[in-house]
């Protein structure tokens, strides 16, 4: 768990490698309620690299 300018968050990742490709996957999990919530509470982040 992290704890960034008050707020509290879980974060789960999972990351692919392919011989021509690496794709990158997170999700954040929000720990707080009301004003301590993230703005990216609920997120799914995707980061995607080519390789040439």
Request: proline share 4%; glycine share 10%; net charge positive.
């Given at each position: 768990?992290?704890?960034?300018?008050?707020r509290?968050?879980?974060?789960?990742?999972?990351?692919?490698?392919?011989?021509?490709?690496?794709?990158?996957?997170s999700?954040?999990?929000?720990a707080?309620?009301?004003?301590?919530?993230?703005?990216?509470?609920?997120?799914?982040?995707?980061?995607?690299?080519?390789?040439?």
């Amino acid at each position: 768990m992290k704890d960034a300018a008050n707020r509290r968050y879980f974060t789960l990742g999972a990351g692919f490698a392919y011989s021509f490709a690496t794709i990158n996957l997170s999700y954040i999990i929000p720990a707080g309620s009301g004003l301590t919530r993230s703005p990216l509470a609920n997120t799914l982040r995707v980061g995607v690299e080519l390789k040439f």
